[in-house]
């Protein structure tokens, strides 16, 4: 099906309300803050939502000033190749480029994972994070979800307090698979320190130990544990500068500017023998579901972020069994299989 109606942009911001605070290392968030891209053509819309990058200071009201200075070139019929030339990685091309992806597959009449070249989406196991905080207290968050196969925890770079966050955890919860994110918490006389610790936990992933941009840091580092990028690897260009520093890639839709990007670099860190994982900003069931259809190709799964808010979106993505599924009426499919 040919669509010739011109497109019609709506932007709006939206703060996102956590349940309870949540603490990484050097970092405490009450709210999220969203930009949310409707693209509108014809009878068909196309949704996006974007947190930005937090770190990088992309927020959501420059976002939105991004976007309103290409209305012209949005309206007048973009596409998601000439989005990549326009636009950095970021928050606003993440939004822009995952309403371009439901806009197409809602013209074409067929789901996005139709469009993408994939077998239909089948359930994920999602690791379920528990924020830094007192040992008992991430003891007592991981023994509530019940239904987890796999926990993250989130520590902080205090090598003694994330010691005994590990160990107070892995005690309640034997059975999960566990890995930690540090957040660039760490420096490299410290992570020698924690290195055995996790080890002794049979902690399978250590994510992000070091700062961005210092990723020489791990040079000479044990890699008994996998050792994943996150912040140090932002975008397709920066995979292939700073891969061999690391096992795993950790992709997020936000830091790499939309779905588009991230299936070229699940793509590419295969070819360059990383581990690939799917993660998120904290974000409603509509930020999720694009990246639901990057984590069919992903190792791990980090896509827990709805868990946090006071209030998510509706239809919205489905946990059970410690698995995520994202039905075909949140995103991504045509008005005729909704």
Not at 127 to 155: N, Q, R, S
Not at 159 to 182: K, Q
Not at 302 to 319: A, H, T
Request: charged share 25%.
């Amino acid at each position: 099906m040919i669509q010739t109606d011109r497109v019609e942009l709506v932007l709006r911001n939206e703060l996102l309300r956590l349940s309870e605070p949540f603490r990484i290392s050097g970092h405490v968030f009450e709210a999220s803050p969203v930009t949310v891209v409707n693209l509108k053509q014809g009878h068909s819309i196309g949704r996006g939502e974007a947190s930005g990058v937090y770190y990088l200071r992309d927020e959501p009201a420059d976002m939105i000033r991004t976007l309103e200075s290409l209305r012209d070139r949005i309206e007048g019929g973009l596409t998601r190749d000439e989005l990549r030339d326009i636009l950095p990685p970021g928050g606003a091309r993440n939004a822009l480029d995952c309403a371009l992806w439901e806009l197409e597959a809602r013209n074409a009449g067929i789901p996005a994972w139709k469009l993408a070249g994939m077998e239909k989406p089948r359930p994920l196991t999602t690791t379920f994070t528990v924020g830094a905080a007192d040992p008992d207290v991430m003891a007592e968050k991981a023994l509530g979800y019940t239904h987890a196969k796999a926990i993250k925890l989130k520590l902080t770079g205090d090598v003694e307090i994330d010691i005994a966050r590990l160990n107070a955890v892995r005690a309640v919860r034997p059975d999960a698979w566990i890995g930690v994110d540090a957040n660039q918490g760490y420096m490299p006389n410290t992570l020698q320190r924690l290195l055995p610790a996790l080890v002794d936990a049979k902690v399978a992933l250590l994510e992000q130990p070091c700062r961005r941009g210092m990723e020489r840091e791990l040079d000479g580092i044990d890699r008994t544990v996998p050792i994943a990028a996150d912040e140090s690897i932002l975008s397709l260009v920066e995979l292939e500068e700073r891969a061999h520093w690391f096992d795993v890639c950790n992709i997020k839709l936000d830091k790499c500017g939309g779905l588009t990007e991230g299936l070229m670099m699940a793509r590419r860190a295969r070819e360059l023998g990383l581990q690939v994982m799917v993660g998120n900003m904290v974000g409603t069931s509509l930020a999720m579901a694009p990246a639901f259809l990057l984590g069919q190709f992903c190792d791990i799964v980090d896509l827990d972020g709805p868990i946090f808010l006071q209030r998510d979106r509706s239809p919205g993505v489905v946990y059970f069994d410690g698995l995520v599924d994202c039905p075909a009426a949140v995103w991504g499919a045509p008005d005729v299989l909704l």
